[in-house]
């Protein structure tokens, strides 16, 4: 058995609902309960949330069988990727390394993984196995985040994943989650980081979730996320530099170093505020209610949802840089 997202199981033929979203990746999770200590994870083993969660999605359980005969008909339903989110298993990499030999055998579309490794041998024999895509997740943004929420250093993990970036370019993923204590200034300069060491970057908003530590906690405010959104694509795009970036003593951005002409014309297709990450990953309401802020857009964003998340990025940075 393996846990399918309810959105891709409906994309595969698994399931029935009717669903306002699609997602363009088919999302599987393997293994239950995970050996990482992540406060703000269900899948955690120091947390009591639902198994059959991750992020705000539900994820039930398959048989293989299932999934292969789903997967016949993913192309045809607008998949164009496969995820694995693998937890951290006892047995290490082993139970990812014989799932993507598995999903090889019965799809040729590419395929990313999300998963623990101990070193660059392991990245290795992964996308000997067959994966397009690694992600090592940094989730926190600022070492003391990392400690607190994760456990352990963030430096010796950035470095493999720097390591690896280096030694298998283009290959490498990462996850980072806005709302774990971190700046502007922070997030920005660790994004800046790794998309000069060639690291794609997907940009989640943290969710508070019942059962874990943090279930108490707050999503980020919407306007902060929208300046760490558009930061990001401006240096994924290269129209900007971070060292012209401007913040102020607490660490939020007040200016992108852009005349406000040139930010307008740079955000105005709204791609920004689309979800980040892999080629072809979109995952549909993982941080957000169906009605509510929408944090990272699914699909492209209509005239009105552009004017909206435009005004709010370009009246914050005026209401910043009056505050400065
Ligand atoms: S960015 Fe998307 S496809 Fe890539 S590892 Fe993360 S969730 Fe999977």
């Excluded at 703000?40 to 048989?63: D, I, K, T």
């Excluded at 370019?169 to 980081?193: Q, W």
């Excluded at 740079?266 to 791609?271: E, K, P, R, V």
Aim: aromatic share 8%; net charge positive.
């Amino acid at each position: 058995m393996i846990r399918i997202s309810a959105g891709s199981a409906v994309c595969l033929g698994l399931k029935a609902n009717k669903m306002d979203a699609y997602p363009t990746t088919a999302y599987f999770l393997s293994g239950n309960s995970c050996r990482m200590g992540c406060s703000f994870c269900p899948q955690s083993m120091g947390n009591n949330g639902a198994l059959n969660r991750l992020g705000r999605v539900n994820w039930p359980e398959f048989s293989w069988e299932q999934v292969k005969e789903g997967l016949s008909r993913a192309e045809k339903n607008g998949i164009r990727r496969i995820c694995l989110q693998s937890v951290r298993h006892e047995e290490g990499i082993d139970p990812a390394l014989e799932l993507i030999e598995k999903f090889k055998d019965i799809s040729n579309l590419p395929l990313s993984l999300s998963a623990w490794i101990k070193d660059q041998q392991e990245a290795a024999a992964l996308f000997k196995a067959g994966a397009d895509r690694i992600s090592v997740a940094i989730d926190a943004i600022n070492p003391e985040g990392y400690q607190r929420f994760k456990g352990g250093s963030q430096e010796e993990r950035l470095g493999l994943l720097f390591d690896c970036a280096r030694n298998l370019p283009g290959k490498m993923s990462t996850h980072l989650i806005c709302g774990l204590g971190e700046s502007e200034n922070e997030a920005l300069g660790l994004v800046d980081r790794l998309l000069k060491a060639g690291v794609t970057v997907a940009l989640f908003a943290f969710v508070p979730l019942k059962g874990t530590l943090l279930e108490g906690g707050t999503s980020p405010p919407v306007d902060s996320y929208r300046r760490v959104q558009a930061g990001l694509y401006l240096l994924r795009k290269k129209l900007a530099e971070f060292n012209c970036f401007k913040f102020n003593e607490q660490g939020r951005l007040i200016s992108f170093g852009l005349p406000e002409t040139d930010l307008q014309r740079f955000l105005a297709t709204g791609a920004a505020f689309q979800t980040s990450g892999c080629p072809g990953c979109n995952r549909p309401y993982y941080n957000e209610r169906p009605g509510g802020i929408i944090y990272n857009y699914h699909r492209a964003l209509s005239a009105s949802e552009r004017e909206a998340a435009l005004t709010t990025l370009i009246k914050s940075l005026q209401k910043s840089s009056n505050l400065s």
